[in-house]
């Protein structure tokens, strides 16, 4: 039996999923980095850090596939996208990385979104106006940080530096060079009329490639540090939101795909790129051929988290011998839909789609002296399903309901969330057996590379086993009265997050 490697580069970790010919999940490695937070809005990564990462999660799912005397065919790469890396002339790094989630540049993202390039630039490009964008990333570094960008001469992202590193070529697939803000969706190029506002040109880019492109040839550190053999080819693949569509079979308009992580996303992969008037979503490349339309949410898992954190008493989830999160879920059952009439806004990180505020914040509406925390958590729960739904609605309103809903992410781990989600959307949810669907969709990409497969739709035969949640009707009428008072609130409450985030800033 021979083997493939499908490796999910994030935030916080680095994850490689070692998968057998029929994409059959083996066994899966993981390694954590830091993510610095030293100063207000930046979240950086230590690219090196990431590479030593990447390179013993291969290692030791390289290793695996030894013992299980196969050989390693390919190996191929989802990651976060949206980060930029200074060089220098020897593609030494003059920076760390600044992720998508560094909202550093939210000021400068604000006036350009403000002014009729705002809107031209996201026509171009698929890209909202956001401090998470590359674009705007750079637009700061050029105000604030002028001798580093005088001194760059080439800008990279994780996947360029990372095979920069592997192999000594500065390249990046057409999936995650769509989502820097400067590429021109439409001639599926770097856009130079764009990049003008940055003060870089496109001979500091790396090259574009089609996700299925392979290189071989390791360096010699890369060689000994992965344990394979310098002729493994590598494939790109693509940025981690294409991946989990296609990981999941979200291939087609009619599929929609949704992720509840830490954070969340909703997508639906098209034929043709579509821009939404009111820019509330992306648009990126999957490949030539297809794009994903969509939105990414800040707020997912890590709000529950927080409120199971807080609202879940630990002595007594201690001694049910229970965690807070399974206590929090068995809580959240016993409280009706509606949370006797309390909502929550989940901004607690501020909001990508639908809002794309930096600045936007959580709250509870409708606390009286009758609700509890167990109507909190409910309220929570809910909130988080509520403001997907918003996203979901925009998807709808660009392509039309779709036939299915497919969701994955740790929050499957929950029943009553599945559940709520199917009610919140009205919506069958389906919900794939494996969590791994974007180390899939990568390892798809390789097979397409090596000639396994003719086309990335082959993937619908390598899903396994999937579970469905139909929508109760009685709780989708409850929510269907609730949804609108969600958005209605939300729409109120926008003026002020502003004021709220300086004021916090000032604290």
Same mark, same amino acid.
């Given at each position: 039996?021979?083997?493939?490697?499908?490796?999910?580069?994030?935030?916080?970790?680095?994850?490689?999923?070692?998968?057998?010919?029929?994409?059959?999940?083996? +066994?899966?490695?993981?390694?954590?980095?830091?993510?610095?937070?030293?100063? #207000?809005?930046?979240?950086?990564?230590? =690219?090196?850090?990431?590479?030593?990462?990447?390179?013993?999660?291969?290692?030791?799912?390289? #290793?695996?596939?030894?013992?299980?005397?196969?050989?390693?065919?390919?190996?191929?790469?989802?990651?976060?996208?949206?980060?930029?890396?200074?060089?220098?002339?020897?593609?030494?790094?003059?920076?760390?990385?600044?992720?998508?989630? &560094?909202?550093?540049?939210?000021?400068?993202?604000?006036?350009?979104?403000?002014?009729?390039?705002?809107?031209?630039?996201?026509?171009?490009?698929?890209?909202?106006?956001?401090?998470?964008?590359?674009? !705007?990333?750079?637009?700061?570094?050029?105000?604030?940080q002028p001798e580093k960008m005088a001194a760059a001469a080439y800008?990279?992202?994780?996947?360029?530096?990372?095979?920069?590193?592997?192999?000594?070529?500065?390249?990046?697939?057409?999936?995650?060079?769509?989502?820097?803000?400067?590429?021109?969706?439409?001639?599926?190029?770097?856009?130079?009329?764009?990049?003008?506002?940055?003060?870089?040109?496109?001979?500091?880019?790396?090259?574009?490639?089609?996700?299925?492109?392979?290189?071989?040839?390791?360096?010699?550190?890369?060689?000994?540090?992965?344990?394979?053999?310098?002729?493994?080819?590598?494939?790109?693949?693509?940025?981690?939101?294409?991946?989990?569509?296609?990981?999941?079979?979200? !291939?087609?308009?009619?599929?929609?795909?949704?992720?509840?992580?830490?954070?969340?996303?909703?997508?639906?992969? !098209?034929?043709?790129?579509?821009?939404?008037?009111?820019?509330?979503?992306?648009?990126?490349?999957?490949?030539?051929?297809?794009?994903?339309?969509?939105?990414?949410?800040?707020?997912?898992? +890590?709000?529950?988290?927080?409120?199971?954190?807080?609202?879940?008493?630990?002595?007594?989830?201690?001694?049910?011998?229970?965690?807070?999160?399974?206590?929090?879920?068995?809580?959240?059952?016993?409280?009706?839909?509606?949370?006797?009439?309390?909502?929550?806004?989940?901004?607690?990180?501020?909001?990508?789609? =639908?809002?794309?505020?930096?600045?936007?914040?959580?709250?509870?509406?409708?606390?009286?002296?009758?609700?509890?925390?167990?109507?909190?958590?409910?309220?929570?729960?809910?909130?988080?399903?509520? #403001?997907?739904?918003?996203?979901?609605?925009?998807?709808?309103? /660009?392509?039309?309901? *779709?036939?299915?809903?497919?969701?994955?992410?740790?929050?499957?781990?929950?029943?009553?969330?599945?559940?709520?989600?199917?009610?919140?959307?009205?919506?069958?949810?389906?919900? *794939?057996?494996?969590?791994?669907?974007?180390?899939?969709?990568?390892?798809?990409?390789?097979m397409k590379s090596l000639g396994m497969?003719?086309?990335?739709?082959?993937?619908? &035969?390598?899903?396994?086993?999937?579970?469905?949640?139909?929508?109760?009707?009685?709780?989708?009428?409850?929510?269907?009265?609730? /949804?609108?008072?969600?958005?209605?609130?939300?729409?109120?409450?926008?003026?002020?997050?502003?004021?709220?985030?300086?004021?916090?800033?000032?604290?």
């Amino acid at each position: 039996m021979n083997y493939l490697i499908g490796v999910d580069v994030g935030t916080t970790s680095t994850k490689a999923v070692l998968f057998d010919e029929k994409a059959q999940v083996l +066994d899966s490695y993981k390694e954590l980095y830091q993510l610095y937070r030293d100063g #207000n809005g930046m979240a950086e990564q230590n =690219p090196d850090d990431l590479t030593a990462a990447v390179e013993k999660v291969i290692h030791d799912a390289a #290793n695996r596939a030894k013992s299980l005397g196969g050989q390693v065919l390919a190996v191929s790469f989802s990651n976060a996208n949206q980060s930029v890396i200074l060089l220098d002339k020897n593609h030494q790094r003059l920076t760390r990385a600044m992720t998508w989630a &560094d909202t550093r540049a939210r000021e400068v993202a604000a006036k350009l979104k403000a002014t009729p390039d705002g809107a031209k630039i996201y026509a171009q490009t698929g890209t909202p106006i956001h401090p998470m964008s590359p674009l !705007t990333k750079l637009m700061w570094l050029k105000q604030t940080q002028p001798e580093k960008m005088a001194a760059a001469a080439y800008v990279a992202d994780i996947k360029s530096y990372l095979f920069w590193k592997l192999f000594g070529k500065f390249r990046v697939d057409i999936s995650t060079a769509s989502c820097t803000g400067f590429f021109n969706m439409h001639t599926q190029d770097w856009d130079d009329e764009i990049l003008k506002l940055t003060g870089i040109t496109r001979s500091q880019l790396p090259e574009i490639v089609d996700g299925t492109t392979k290189e071989t040839g390791l360096t010699p550190s890369a060689k000994q540090a992965t344990g394979l053999d310098d002729e493994t080819p590598f494939v790109y693949g693509a940025f981690d939101g294409a991946l989990s569509n296609l990981g999941v079979g979200a !291939t087609r308009q009619d599929t929609v795909a949704i992720t509840i992580g830490t954070s969340a996303a909703v997508r639906v992969a !098209t034929d043709h790129p579509v821009v939404d008037p009111e820019q509330r979503l992306f648009c990126y490349s999957i490949d030539r051929q297809r794009w994903v339309v969509g939105g990414p949410l800040n707020n997912g898992g +890590d709000v529950f988290q927080w409120a199971a954190n807080h609202l879940v008493d630990s002595s007594a989830a201690k001694s049910e011998d229970k965690s807070v999160y399974d206590v929090a879920n068995e809580v959240i059952a016993s409280v009706p839909a509606g949370a006797h009439g309390l909502l929550f806004h989940p901004f607690l990180g501020g909001e990508r789609a =639908p809002l794309w505020d930096a600045n936007a914040r959580g709250s509870f509406f409708g606390l009286n002296p009758l609700h509890t925390r167990a109507d909190m958590l409910r309220a929570v729960m809910e909130g988080i399903c509520m #403001n997907i739904a918003t996203v979901y609605d925009a998807v709808c309103d /660009l392509v039309g309901k *779709p036939a299915s809903v497919t969701a994955t992410g740790g929050f499957a781990r929950s029943e009553v969330w599945k559940q709520m989600l199917a009610d919140v959307l009205d919506v069958a949810v389906n919900i *794939p057996e494996s969590y791994e669907s974007g180390c899939l969709g990568a390892v798809t990409m390789a097979m397409k590379s090596l000639g396994m497969i003719d086309d990335l739709d082959a993937v619908q &035969d390598l899903i396994g086993s999937v579970g469905a949640y139909q929508p109760e009707q009685a709780t989708v009428r409850v929510y269907q009265k609730y /949804l609108p008072l969600f958005k209605q609130v939300e729409g109120l409450l926008k003026p002020a997050y502003s004021t709220i985030a300086r004021l916090q800033q000032e604290n």
